[in-house]
T-cell receptor, first 114, second 110 residues
Framework: DGGITQSPKYLFRKEGQNVTLSCEQNLNHDAMYWYRQDPGQGLRLIYYSQIVNDFQKGDIAEGYSVSREKKESFPLTVTSAQKNPTAFYLC?????????????FGPGTRLTVL | EDQVTQSPEALRLQEGESSSLNCSYTVSGLRGLFWYRQDPGKGPEFLFTLYSAGEEKEKERLKATLTKKESFLHITAPKPEDSATYLCAVQDSNTGKLIFGQGTTLQVKP
């Protein structure tokens, strides 16, 4: 079964801690993305990667970091510098072809700061 | 500045009562417009991509249409299982990024 997996489903973080959210895809997609979703707001882009070993900041990258060492994996680290990290985090991937490029989403990770 | 606005924010329908959701957009260049369905606590599920004004796509009780300024998601004879939040997004042809609206939450009562 092809798809995108995210783990864990729920994550609790204490103040001052860094946490890493996992995202894996077996769709053979080149591009991967991280979004943040807050109640009543549209999805906001944190980071994206169009190819292995390369990634770009999105609209709200401050306090986050990523890596793309493998095509299948795009982990997101929420650092202690992120002022308000409590949110629903969504990972997506797309084939990466030029032109219109449909993004497919994982099931999400809900992060709560205690 | 690119912007996507969805209306209404929330919609309550009786089972079988048809209606439409609106997605208005402002973008420098439209590469595509996307509709997604999102159930509570889950990731968005892809529904449709529309590329140019006049285009229409259908899937079961859903039909999406596109003009130069907006898109409509028409729901014909909805059932309770159609209850979800529907998200609209446009892809900017200059940046390639998706810009999302805030969503319309649909509740269909039996």
């Amino acid at each position: 079964d092809g798809g995108i997996t995210q783990s864990p489903k729920y994550l609790f973080r204490k103040e001052g801690q860094n946490v890493t959210l996992s995202c894996e895809q077996n769709l053979n997609h080149d591009a991967m993305y991280w979004y943040r979703q807050d109640p009543g707001q549209g999805l906001r882009l944190i980071y994206y990667s169009q190819i292995v070993n390369d990634f770009q900041k999105g609209d709200i990258a401050e306090g986050y970091s990523v890596s793309r060492e493998k095509k299948e994996s795009f982990p997101l680290t929420v650092t202690s510098a992120q002022k308000n990290p409590t949110a629903f985090y969504l990972c997506a991937s797309s084939p990466g072809q030029k032109g219109t490029d449909t993004q497919y989403f994982g099931p999400g990770t809900r992060l709560t700061v205690l | 500045e690119d912007q996507v606005t969805q209306s209404p924010e929330a919609l309550r329908l009786q089972e079988g009562e048809s209606s439409s959701l609106n997605c208005s957009y402002t973008v420098s260049g439209l590469r595509g417009l996307f509709w997604y369905r999102q159930d509570p606590g889950k990731g968005p599920e892809f529904l449709f991509t529309l590329y140019s004004a006049g285009e229409e796509k259908e899937k079961e009780r859903l039909k999406a249409t596109l003009t130069k300024k907006e898109s409509f998601l028409h729901i014909t004879a909805p059932k309770p299982e159609d209850s979800a939040t529907y998200l609209c997004a446009v892809q900017d042809s200059n940046t390639g990024k998706l810009i999302f609206g805030q969503g319309t939450t649909l509740q269909v009562k039996p």
